[in-house]
Nanobody, 125 residues
Framework: QVQLVESGGGLVQAGDSLRLSCTAA??????????MAWFRQAPGKEREFVAA????????YYADSVKGRFTISSDNAKNTVYLQMTSLKPEDTAVYYC????????????????WGQGTLVTVSS
């Protein structure tokens, strides 16, 4: 059983920064072979890929829309993945979901087996 719990969402102004956290719990196993990702879903839109990382943090991947502004990282000791978001824009407003996968493409939603409940980020102009 894998449990993912996101936190850190909130209401910010355009240009502000925010850090999301995703704490993972995996009974009886380690996350060393997992890939972790953040997706987001804006109102009225489909869920989209934001960023992903191998659990070691060696490999990272970003959507073009967030490249240079968002940074994904992991703290293995805390079983936590972060999404540092800077220079936020109103179009970043969405529910952000943390996800975990054993295999498949980093970019594809269908690769991910486990999902958190989501945390809302609202960016005002």
């Amino acid at each position: 059983q894998v449990q993912l719990v996101e936190s850190g969402g909130g209401l910010v102004q355009a240009g502000d920064s925010l850090r999301l956290s995703c704490t993972a719990a995996l009974s009886g196993r380690t996350f060393s072979n997992y890939k972790m990702a953040w997706f987001r879903q804006a109102p009225g839109k489909e869920r989209e890929f934001v960023a992903a990382t191998s659990w070691t943090g060696r490999d990272t991947y970003y959507a073009d829309s967030v490249k240079g502004r968002f940074t994904i990282s992991s703290d293995n000791a805390k079983n936590t993945v972060y999404l540092q978001m800077t220079s936020l824009k109103p179009e970043d407003t969405a529910v952000y979901y943390c996800s975990a996968a054993m295999g498949g493409s980093y970019y594809l939603e269908t690769s991910y087996d486990y999902w958190g409940q989501g945390t809302l980020v609202t960016v005002s102009s």
